[in-house]
């Protein structure tokens, strides 16, 4: 066995996050059969036979004896192999669906897609895709603005309006996007202050 073969036969081996088997079981219906199995197997005192496919069609003592297939137990087997085989398929096919749901609502929740709360006629900052100190300048604000929201397309992008009532010309992705909340004024928190 070279090197590639090790190393395809391991993958067989590992239970994966998301089928939470591993290949070798969805592909046999069975665990594998390792080296150090075969070797424990030998060393323990349990060496006997199971001939249990077999029927012994002489009963008597001599040294030939005559065994015949028994075709009922094979396909008591192989029925049984056939059934945990589609109920272990049914079972990864249900952790993959719930890992691809994880997944999605993972990548919805990086991307800012999780029920956006933006609508029509809201402030929102804009992110600055292109800061002029972006080769390490850390005083820059990471967002401009603010601006209107104008339309919201079902393809997550938007057109907005900004302070001066001019539409832009570039449609803006929502997820490039946050909420505005002015600030109060000095008379509001001087109000609350007393």
């Not at 691809?100 to 991307?111: F, G, P």
């Amino acid at each position: 066995m070279d090197g590639q073969d090790v190393l395809s036969h391991c993958y067989l081996l590992i239970v994966h996050r998301s089928t939470k088997m591993t290949p070798f079981f969805l592909m046999y219906g069975r665990q594998p059969t390792l080296p150090v199995d075969v070797s424990n197997l030998l060393d323990s005192d349990d060496t006997t036979d199971d001939n249990s496919n077999f029927i012994n069609e002489d009963n008597s003592n001599s040294d030939e004896e005559i065994w015949e297939f028994n075709e009922d137990e094979v396909m008591k087997v192989m029925e049984g192999m056939v059934k945990i085989k589609e109920k272990a398929h049914d079972a990864a096919h249900n952790n993959i669906k719930l890992a691809q749901a994880t997944q999605k609502q993972q990548y919805d929740k990086r991307q800012g897609l999780t029920g956006s709360s933006l609508a029509e006629g809201q402030q929102v900052l804009l992110k600055d895709m292109y800061r002029k100190d972006r080769k390490g300048g850390k005083t820059a604000l990471p967002f401009k603005g603010p601006y209107v929201i104008i339309k919201i397309y079902d393809n997550q992008v938007c057109t907005l309006k900004n302070e001066k009532g001019e539409i832009l010309k570039m449609k803006q992705n929502i997820s490039n996007l946050k909420p505005f909340f002015a600030p109060p004024k000095e008379d509001e928190s001087l109000e609350e202050g007393n």
